[in-house]
């Protein structure tokens, strides 16, 4: 499960029916609605909000949002509840990870988002999410 912290524009095709279909699990782990992945560390971040189906609501509406702006077809319905104006935290380490994390997926699969996002000084958060100085974040499983 890899729920980025970037703002999801920056993903390809691939990443972002990924990321639709891995936060639609997430939110139903914390709906309680499964019996596996109750402690993935990504869940952390929205489990510490004091409303985390609000937290991971938030988070797949923005998602939606760029599918729509790609003339996808993501059913919103889906979405459980959110909560508006809800921001969380992400450290400047955290989302560098991700980035590098992100741009050596792009390179396999698709080299023409990669090059783009070459183009990309600093990524912009997710709109969930404000940057906040620090490392890379405890939960994170760091890879090479």
Same mark, same amino acid.
């Given at each position: 499960?890899?729920?980025?912290?970037?703002?999801?524009?920056?993903?390809?095709?691939?990443?972002?029916?990924?990321?639709?279909? &891995?936060?639609? $699990?997430?939110?139903? *782990?914390?709906? !309680? @609605?499964?019996?596996?992945?109750?402690? /993935?560390? +990504?869940?952390?971040?929205?489990?510490?909000?004091?409303?985390?189906?609000?937290?991971?609501?938030?988070?797949?509406?923005?998602?939606?949002?760029?599918?729509?702006?790609?003339?996808?077809?993501?059913?919103?319905?889906?979405?459980?509840?959110? &909560?508006?104006? $809800?921001?969380?935290? *992400?450290?400047? !380490? @955290?989302?560098?990870?991700?980035?590098? /994390?992100? +741009?050596?997926?792009?390179?396999?699969?698709?080299?023409?988002?990669?090059?783009?996002?070459?183009?990309?000084?600093?990524?912009?958060?997710?709109?969930?999410?404000?940057?906040?100085?620090?490392?890379?974040?405890?939960?994170?499983?760091?890879? &090479?």
């Amino acid at each position: 499960m890899r729920l980025w912290s970037f703002h999801p524009k920056y993903l390809d095709a691939r990443g972002l029916v990924a990321l639709w279909r &891995e936060a639609l $699990l997430a939110q139903k *782990v914390l709906a !309680g @609605q499964t019996k596996g992945y109750r402690q /993935h560390p +990504q869940l952390l971040r929205f489990q510490q909000y004091h409303f985390p189906l609000a937290a991971m609501g938030s988070y797949l509406n923005f998602v939606q949002i760029e599918a729509v702006a790609r003339e996808y077809k993501f059913d919103a319905t889906k979405i459980m509840e959110h &909560e508006e104006g $809800l921001t969380l935290s *992400v450290t400047k !380490g @955290q989302l560098l990870y991700e980035w590098e /994390h992100l +741009q050596k997926k792009l390179k396999r699969r698709d080299l023409q988002k990669y090059q783009a996002n070459l183009l990309v000084d600093h990524p912009l958060c997710h709109p969930l999410f404000h940057e906040i100085a620090g490392d890379i974040a405890k939960w994170e499983i760091i890879s &090479e």
